[in-house]
């Protein structure tokens, strides 16, 4: 959208009856910064009203272009001489999409209403563009192959500013809305950040506000939380399987051996901190860099590309524990 063509007062002003002819309706505002003195269409939403051009968003949208190419019946209200088109929507949320210009900035985080906005009306009225970059930065902070996973800092957020409170919003978006691409790996990263208590009673953002999960959503996360705490203790019979194999070419049984058991101690051990362990998955994260080291040098790489074999097939099944099939029949309704 273009600049506007005078700087708006800091102060939002009160629209009267303007050109309705009446005092009935409803005092109105107009937005402080979407408020173009060019525009040529006057958008309600709630009670605040956008002037803006009806050429830029019937490009954006060819369900709005056909509202507007309507013919205005007779006697209907005007705002300074443009068409009054009433919307459903918030008018945080028409904020959120038309005045939003970090949007066209890649490498800046948007804040979660935003992008939910852009997803909402985006399918509403076919805004593509803005749809189309909310599910990409989505999938890219919430990513559904492992190279990608591994690479992320599970306390950091990089599309999406983070806020005590995002990822249950964003759980419950995505579920209400069957954005199904990001689900499992969003509700992964939640079953590792949260210990069961929050998960269970909701994220408490003041003393009067608690942002909890659908029970739908939460259903799903705690039986996907009871698979994922079963994965690293389910490697430990594959991995006694896997080194039985390697002794005959062991360099040193005795050492090595109690080096397994060592190995196998903190695999198992992870067990116990569920809420570090969930979703991180990897070896590195689990066994002590120098337990790895006293294995011998023919048992300790193939050990740990065993586990890196356990890990990328248990990273297949993560879908299957929030009741999906497979990633690729991941599917966003
Ligand atoms: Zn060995």
Redesign the pocket.
């Known amino acids: 959208m273009s600049q506007h063509s005078s700087p708006p007062n800091k102060r939002q002003r009160v629209d009267d009856a303007d050109d309705l002819g009446g005092t009935s309706e409803p005092v109105t505002t107009r937005s402080p910064s979407l408020w173009f003195d060019d525009g040529n269409v006057v958008i309600q939403a709630e009670a605040t009203r956008f002037r803006v051009y009806r050429s830029i968003l019937s490009l954006h949208s060819d369900i709005l272009a056909d509202c507007f190419g309507l013919p205005q019946p007779e006697g209907e209200p005007t705002v300074d001489g443009c068409p009054l088109v009433h919307l459903s929507d918030t008018a945080n949320e028409i904020q959120d999409v038309y005045g939003n210009y970090s949007v066209y900035d890649h490498t800046k985080p948007l804040p979660f209403p935003a992008v939910r906005a852009m997803i909402r009306l985006g399918r509403k009225y076919n805004f593509t563009a803005f749809q189309e970059e909310a599910l990409r930065r989505l999938q890219k902070e919430f990513p559904q192959e492992l190279n990608q996973w591994n690479e992320k800092d599970k306390y950091v957020f990089t599309f999406l500013e983070d806020s005590p409170s995002l990822l249950f919003e964003l759980v419950n978006f995505a579920y209400e809305n069957s954005i199904q691409s990001i689900l499992p790996t969003a509700m992964t990263w939640l079953c590792l950040r949260y210990p069961l208590a929050t998960i269970i009673s909701g994220s408490k953002i003041s003393d009067e506000k608690t942002i909890s999960l659908l029970p739908g959503a939460l259903e799903m996360c705690l039986i996907g939380r009871y698979g994922l705490c079963d994965v690293i203790p389910g490697y430990v019979d594959q991995l006694v399987a896997a080194y039985a194999d ?2 005959d070419h ?4 005795r050492e ?2 109690e080096s ?1 058991r060592m190995f196998l101690s903190e695999v198992f051990g992870a067990h116990a901190g569920v809420k570090g362990r969930v979703g991180s998955f990897q070896w590195q994260d689990v066994v002590e860099d120098d337990v790895v080291n006293s ?2 040098t ?3 790489p193939k050990l740990t590309d065993k586990y890196e074999e356990l890990r990328i097939n248990a990273w297949e099944n993560v879908p299957g524990y929030f009741g999906f099939q497979t990633w690729s029949a991941l599917k966003d309704l």
């Open positions: 390697f002794i062991c360099h040193d049984i090595c051996a397994f294995l011998c023919s048992c300790g």
